[in-house]
């Protein structure tokens, strides 16, 4: 089975460009979260999405940050216009939604930005 | 506010048994998990406790105590590919959103 699909797996750009981050969650899931890593601040929550609706988006750090999910199959997390303190490993991951059995989440293998 | 504490660090040899501590302050809890990240790769599910008690899985185990907001992991018969970073996280409400702490990383030598 496809686990969630990430792309890019790299990318290097220039301060002030924008950047679109895109993830596919597994199939079937209908929870779809998008982290931030970094050595100081370790892994984040940046946002989140159940039924392709954002449920907390308190995690976004400012307004040049904006995450999408158009349909069940695809979001992007967008930042416009990128700092070199945006950079990072952005992680997709998603689940089965529910308050009942824990369902664990499952992360894509990360987009690792650079922002000169 | 929310906070998991976690060791940073900690080092072991083959086959020993190696336990990593977590402690937490949430608002609102459902269970404990904890997540595996080697160097460059993606966090991978381990465990999770609802409730008291261990929880055995093959070489991993994991422990919850509620009352006193307290977990750990267990790591049996440890192997150099256990060497990386783990990650205890809180599910603290619906659609199985995580707060993680701050990871422990672990090596093992030979």
């Known amino acids: 089975d496809a686990g969630v699909i990430q792309s890019p797996r790299h990318e290097v750009t220039e301060m002030g460009q924008e950047v679109t981050l895109r993830c596919k969650p597994i199939?079937?899931?209908?929870?779809l979260f998008w982290y931030r890593q970094t050595m100081m601040r370790g892994l984040e929550l940046l946002i989140y999405?159940?039924?392709?609706?954002?449920?907390?988006d308190s995690g976004m750090p400012e307004d040049r940050f904006s995450a999408k999910m158009p349909n069940a199959s695809f979001s992007t997390l967008k930042i416009q216009p990128s700092e070199p303190r945006d950079s990072a490993v952005y992680f997709c991951?998603?689940?089965?939604?529910?308050?009942?059995?824990?369902?664990?989440?499952?992360f894509g293998d990360g987009t690792r930005l650079s922002i000169l | 506010g929310q906070s998991l504490e976690q060791p940073s660090e900690v080092t072991a040899v083959e086959g020993a048994i190696v336990q990593i501590n977590c402690t937490y302050q949430t608002s609102g809890f459902y269970g404990l998990s904890w997540y595996q990240q080697h160097d460059g790769g993606a966090p991978t599910f381990l465990s999770y406790?609802?409730?008291?008690g261990l929880e055995e899985t093959g070489r991993f185990s994991s422990f919850l105590s509620r009352s006193d907001s307290y977990g750990y992991l267990l790591l049996q018969e440890l192997q150099m590919k256990d060497s990386a970073s783990y990650f205890c996280a809180v599910r603290s409400g619906g659609f199985q959103k995580l707060v993680f702490g701050t990871g422990t990383r672990l090596l093992v030598s030979p």
């Open positions: 999405f159940n039924n392709n609706v954002p449920i907390d």
């Open positions: 991951a998603s689940s089965l939604a529910g308050a009942g059995k824990n369902q664990p989440q499952h």
């Open positions: 199939s079937g899931h209908n929870s």
């Open positions: 406790n609802a409730l008291d």
